[in-house]
């Protein structure tokens, strides 16, 4: 089967949009996404419309942890706002409870079977949501993911797509669709082939433009929020 792996999407349908239209034509059959649906920018009732159709598990991020927070202690809003802009408050007052309920209580972990691959899906580690494993990291952390037993890791987190062998075991971050951090514009994601065990990864073009500008209109003083999408340097 072939497998759509993505994450960290962030209120970004646009970039979604251009993932799972490629994702479609390459032929893939399910999604697994890393978590982080929501935050920072301001479309998350359009991610969930777009991934509705679609074959998929997904795992919580520490963005749906933060919304969960803000939901029950609204007072949390004004300095995640300041932070992260505000995605999470959109989602708060555009989705419904059946969708805030759904992003709240998602499983982290997943443990996946597909054509004999098993497969772990998580956010930032296997171990816990808000571990950030990045593409230089310690073989000591590499070696922990890689105890779990699973063929396959697959995680987000960082927005940095990755790829490492410890064993037996394959660990994988696709990269953001929606922020990518490594310099390289687009929307970011992997495919893989759980029958040849192949795995490629993918950018797709999309017009970043209204991103930029909603970005810029809603929050002036933090300009991370649009350099970050198209900076190469």
Known sequence: MKVALLGDIHGNHLALAAVLAAAR?????R???TGDLVGYYFWPREVLELLKPWDMAVVRGNHEDMLAAARKQ????????????????????????????WLE????????????????????????????????????????????????????????PMEHRVGNTTIVN???VGQPRNRKPGAHWALLNTQSRKLSFMSEYYDIAPVIEMSRARHPNIPYLSDVLQRRR
């Open 25 to 29: 034509k390459q032929g893939a059959e």
């Open 74 to 101: 609204p007072d949390l809003l004004g300095q995640v706002d300041k932070q992260y802009g505000t995605g999470l408050r959109v989602a708060l007052e555009t989705l419904s409870s059946r969708q805030l309920d």
């Open 105 to 160: 209580n998602l499983r982290h972990p997943q443990n996946i079977e597909i054509d004999g691959c098993r497969i772990l899906l998580c956010h930032g580690s296997p171990w816990d949501v808000d571990i950030y494993i990045y593409p230089d990291a310690e073989s000591t952390l590499l070696e922990k993911c890689a105890d779990t037993g699973h063929d396959w890791i697959d995680l987000g987190h960082t927005h940095y």
């Open 31 to 33: 999604l697994l996404v």
């Open 174 to 176: 696709p990269g953001s």
